[in-house]
């Protein structure tokens, strides 16, 4: 908790002295800890700053009536809401990419010679084609969003798996987004632990991307699974289009999680206070009500279910609590 609020070991130490001896002088805090009168002056400011101490207009110094828990759960709301606001910008920034795309998406260059902004690969097989050609031909990075469950079958990007993994035994840096769900699938976690092993980086966020790769932030392949047709595969030259894709991926790369606690802690088993908020959510109380039950924060019941949302995964409440049934835990 200290940790989470940029404080140190001795800081805690000082505010402990101030809360049972208030009012005392910086020699005298100093005597009863052990710390020079220096360090006690820095932990005080850093103390008054984070709102745990206060100083009166004598000039002595006081414990706040907050206290740590107080302050911490403050702290976790600014970051809850920078976090939203983060979101919202995510959002704003996929719906102008979805406006620039329709606009610009098959407009023809300034140079005739150059042809369209975007090709469309005639079939599927044509587009795995290319994506192994350009997983031999890169020279630094690929990034990609893999909606492994989506509705390709199984084998049919084998041979790009096949020449990523060359890739990363070459030393091209390889980093994969995937939905949170798709760690339950077997065959999904495989690959997964596969592509960790050989040196990729793996992430998770629940997003609507089709299936895409960015090459050395030069070229795109988008494989679009949910249109009409067979032949909505991508590839995408234009800069602007490019940097757009690129820009959206490195949004949801800071916003995801890292896979690798998520397929080490899959198995681990929810708390009882866990436990007891899922049984309470599934009878259809709200979250008020189960914050008064288990006496927190709603706040606090909010961020245990997104926490249990990520660990179990799910995309829902109710998919949660169907998981949860399911492995016995509840």
């Known amino acids: 908790m200290w940790e989470l609020l940029g404080l140190q070991e001795h800081d805690e130490i000082v505010y402990r002295q101030d809360v049972v001896d208030p009012g ?10 052990g710390l020079s009168p220096e360090a006690v002056t820095a932990s005080r400011h850093r103390l008054v700053q984070c709102g745990l101490l206060r100083m009166t207009t004598g000039g ?30 995510l959002a704003v920034f996929q719906a102008e990419m979805t406006r620039l795309v329709s606009e610009r998406l098959f407009a023809p260059s300034p140079w005739p010679e150059s042809g369209p902004l975007v090709h469309r690969l005639p079939n ?5 084609v290319k994506l192994v050609e350009l997983m031999h031909c890169v020279r630094r990075e690929v990034i990609g969003v893999e909606p492994g469950s989506g509705q390709l079958p199984g084998n049919v990007l084998d041979g790009v798996r096949a020449a990523e993994l060359a890739a990363l035994s070459r030393g091209i840096r390889v980093r994969t987004i995937y939905p949170p769900t798709d760690l339950a699938h077997p065959a999904i976690r495989r690959r997964v632990e596969a592509k960790i092993r050989a040196g990729g980086a793996v992430r998770t ?21 949910q249109g009409p047709g067979p032949d909505n595969a991508l590839l995408v030259r234009e800069t ?21 606690p998520l397929l080490a802690g899959s198995s681990e088993e929810l708390s009882v206070q866990d436990k007891i908020m899922l049984r309470l ?7 008020e009500t189960v914050a008064k039950r288990l006496g927190v924060s709603v706040r606090t019941v909010r961020r245990k279910v997104s926490d249990v949302l990520q660990r179990l ?14 492995r016995g835990w509840i």
């Open 205 to 225: 966020i629940a997003t609507a991307s089709p299936r895409l790769f960015v090459f050395d932030r030069s070229v795109a392949v988008l494989l679009d699974e």
């Open 60 to 89: 002595t110094i006081s414990a706040t009536p907050a206290g740590p828990s107080f302050v911490t759960e403050r702290l976790r709301g600014e970051l809850d809401a920078e976090y939203a606001r983060k979101r919202g910008q």
């Open 24 to 33: 005392a002088d910086v020699s005298r805090v100093a005597e009863a800890t």
């Open 124 to 128: 599927l097989d044509a587009a795995v």
């Open 313 to 326: 995964p799910a995309d829902s409440r109710f998919q949660a609590g169907v998981r949860a049934v399911r």
């Open 281 to 287: 959510l599934g009878d259809g109380l709200k979250d």
């Open 240 to 260: 602007a289009l490019v940097r757009t894709v690129n820009s959206l991926f490195e949004s949801w790369w800071a916003l995801a999680r890292d896979a690798e």
